[in-house]
Structures are given as C-alpha cells and as structure tokens.
C-alpha cells in the first residue's frame, strides 16, 4: 500500500459495546473533589461519525488511545458502543499502551463509536510539595530496565551530534542529575517559542529544530527537545501524550486560555485539546514532571516576555508539577499500533488513528476525521 499522506478527507468511526469499570471506585472517592486539595472529576466523551473519502471502500480499522492509571490519575469508568464489527481493548505493544480497536468490513455502512471516561485526577506536585527537600542523588545511578529504555535514541529524537553538543553546552561542568534537568529546563522554556502555524501538536523532530537555529513548535517540539537534551546527557526523560480535560485554576490565575478552559457549568469542547508533557527520572528517587512547553503557550497568549514576573511564576511551578486537568494517554514515540496498522510506526499516538483500506485519515483535521471530543467536570 502506498503512503498517501492523508491525502483522503473526511473518515471513519461510530460503534456499540461495553467494557466494565477499569477501577472501581468508592462512594468517599466520588465525594474527595475538593479543588483546593488538587483531586478533580471528569467525563470525557469521545464520539466518532465516520464518512469514508468519495472513492474509498474496504476495511476500516480506528485506534483510539486510553488512558493510563497512575499516581495522578485514575480511570473509574469506560464505557464504549457503535456499530462496528469488533471493538477490543489492548496494551500489545512496546510501551504496553492501552488501545481502542474497533472495525468495519466496509466503507458504505454508518460507521459510529462513542466512548465515554470517567476520570480522576490528582495534581501532581512533588516539587511544590517539598518531597525534594532531603534527596541525595546516588554516586552511581542505576535505572530498572522499563526506565532505561527512555535513554535510548528514537527516529526523532537523537541524543548524539547537534543534541549531545548542544546539552553539554547548556549543563557545562554540572554533574547533578537535578541541578542538570534544572539548568536544561530553564534553557527550553527561555530559548525555544511556541509557533501556531505548525500543525497539530508539532512532530518533535529536535535535530531539525536544533539545527535551524529557530526553536519554534508546538508542544511535542518543545517538550521533545526537553527529552532529548536530557537523554543525551544520561537521564531518563519521556513525553507524556494527552488532553486538556478543562479549565485550569491554579495556572488560571496567570491565564485563562493558555492551559485550558471551561464554561461556567464546567464542560468544554477539547477536541483540539491534545497537549504533550514531559518527565525525567531521578535514580534513587523515581519520575517527576516537567512542562516547559506550557511556558511559551502562556507567554505567547499573554503577549509578555520571558522576565515577566507571571511567566516567572509559571515556569518555576511547571518545574516538577503537574495542574491535573489534563488526562495522558501512553509514552510513545516510533509507536507500532495493534493490531498491525498499514502505515507504521506512528512518530506518535496522541491522535485517534485510522485507515481505510489501509490509508490513513487526517487525524489534525476533527471535522475531516469526523471526531469530537466533549469533557464536563463534575462539581
């Protein structure tokens, strides 16, 4: 099958099924979210309404991807129906990321799936918290496997030529695995911008940003260069692909638009609400977040500059915190989908992901891809 680029326009998707509760969850669980502790409650539906490009037939195949449990976030509920053939849940890949897989046999039938979440989430802060204060970093760090796999190289990703030259340059004669994050972070977050005209989420290429001396992008650009001069000086680092589920609150107070909104009854439209994060890990202590990225959106939105006391305040808080109304969904890079998709491997998976008759619908284009993602925060 030759590549076409998503050359093909409007697409694929509406279904029926239903998955049991991921986590259950307690009545005390449902009544703790009180903003002010960080705890929030969303439901996060997703509906698809696919119409194959004029021309196309055969199988239809849709991706969709999940969201992990973790430490600050939970997934209490999923639900999913349409009309497809098959709909199954699996984490067979390299990053045991959980996927939506549904099917069509064809391309003529109505083609729906609409899949509900409930989510709760937790700011995570260990910064801000203080659970730094008495770290020591080990003489000799040593990483579990699952973790040394985020010093390797991607396709775009490298950590040797202009990236190991340029990290060195940035980290100098510091040899502290934080202090070297610290000094890497500050560097991304007061050199790199954030440029709207690159579509989508931006496809992290850090070698070609690093060599156009330019330094723009999008949040996958920014927060991939992050990751990258991290690796490429020894620590473990990863991006985070996800959405915005709604309004933010803490970083709210510098802008109302840069890190997500809501109406006043809390719901939102977050169909183009994909937004990358990053972590890097510390032995002896585990991960922590990172989102220098989120910087150049506040000071572009904001229209001020880098020394602004407010950017200020924004880039020191999002230096080992996380405001958690954002759900990820997987680690990814080079991704291999599962089943075995026609164009493989993704550069990410942060997008739903489909293909008729193995060619691929514009997933940066919802109204051509025909998706919509719709949240609302329980209050």
């Known amino acids: 099958?030759?590549?076409?680029?998503?050359?093909?326009?409007?697409?694929?998707?509406?279904?029926?099924?239903?998955?049991?509760?991921?986590?259950?969850?307690?009545?005390?669980?449902?009544?703790?979210?009180?903003?002010?502790?960080?705890?929030?409650?969303?439901?996060?539906?997703?509906t698809y309404q696919l119409v194959a490009p004029e021309g196309s037939a055969g199988v239809v195949k849709l991706w969709v991807p999940l969201p992990e449990n973790t430490a600050f976030q939970q997934v209490e509920k999923l639900n999913?129906?349409?009309?497809?053939?098959?709909?199954?849940?699996?984490?067979?890949?390299?990053?045991?990321?959980?996927?939506?897989?549904?099917?069509w046999p064809d391309a003529k039938g109505k083609m729906t799936?609409?899949?509900?979440?409930?989510?709760?989430?937790?700011?995570?802060?260990?910064?801000?918290?203080?659970?730094?204060?008495?770290?020591?970093?080990?003489?000799?760090?040593?990483?579990?496997?699952?973790?040394?796999?985020?010093?390797?190289?991607?396709?775009?990703?490298?950590?040797?030529?202009?990236?190991?030259?340029?990290?060195?340059?940035?980290?100098?004669?510091?040899?502290?695995?934080?202090?070297?994050?610290?000094?890497?972070?500050?560097?991304?977050?007061?050199?790199?911008?954030?440029?709207?005209?690159?579509?989508?989420?931006?496809s992290g290429d850090v070698a070609a940003i690093l060599e156009s001396g330019k330094f723009g992008g999008k949040c996958t650009d920014i927060n991939s260069v992050f990751v990258a001069l991290m690796r490429a000086v020894g620590v473990p680092a990863r991006e985070m692909f996800g959405i915005r589920l709604g309004q933010a609150i803490k970083m709210g107070h510098y802008s109302k638009k840069a890190f997500g909104s809501a109406d006043d009854k809390g719901f939102a439209d977050v169909t183009g609400g994909q937004h990358c994060r990053a972590m890097f890990y510390l032995a002896g202590y585990g991960w922590l977040p990172a989102d220098p990225a989120d910087v150049t959106k506040m000071r572009l939105t904001e229209k001020k500059e880098h020394s602004d006391p407010a950017v200020q305040a924004v880039n020191d808080y999002l230096f080992g915190n996380w405001e958690m109304n954002w759900v990820g969904f997987n680690y990814g890079r080079d991704f291999d989908l599962f089943p075995v998709a026609e164009q493989t491997p993704l550069n990410n998976f942060g997008y739903p992901y489909a293909e008729v008759d193995g060619d691929p619908v514009n997933y940066y284009e919802p109204k051509v891809f025909a998706y919509e993602y719709k949240s609302s925060e329980q209050r």
């Open 80 to 103: 999913f129906s349409g009309t497809y053939q098959d709909a199954y849940i699996s984490a067979n890949n390299h990053y045991g990321a959980k996927t939506l897989f549904a099917t």
């Open 113 to 202: 799936l609409t899949l509900e979440l409930v989510i709760e989430t937790q700011d995570w802060e260990p910064v801000k918290s203080g659970e730094l204060s008495h770290y020591r970093a080990p003489a000799k760090p040593e990483y579990p496997a699952d973790v040394a796999i985020y010093l390797k190289p991607t396709k775009h990703m490298p950590v040797d030529g202009i990236v190991k030259q340029t990290a060195d340059k940035i980290v100098g004669k510091e040899t502290e695995p934080l202090k070297q994050a610290q000094l890497i972070y500050n560097w991304v977050s007061a050199n790199m911008y954030r440029d709207n005209d690159v579509i989508g989420c931006g």
């Open 1 to 46: 099958m030759q590549r076409r680029d998503f050359l093909k326009g409007a697409a694929i998707l509406s279904a029926a099924g239903t998955v049991m509760p991921v986590l259950a969850a307690s009545t005390q669980t449902h009544a703790m979210t009180d903003k002010t502790c960080g705890r929030r409650r969303f439901t996060l539906t997703n």
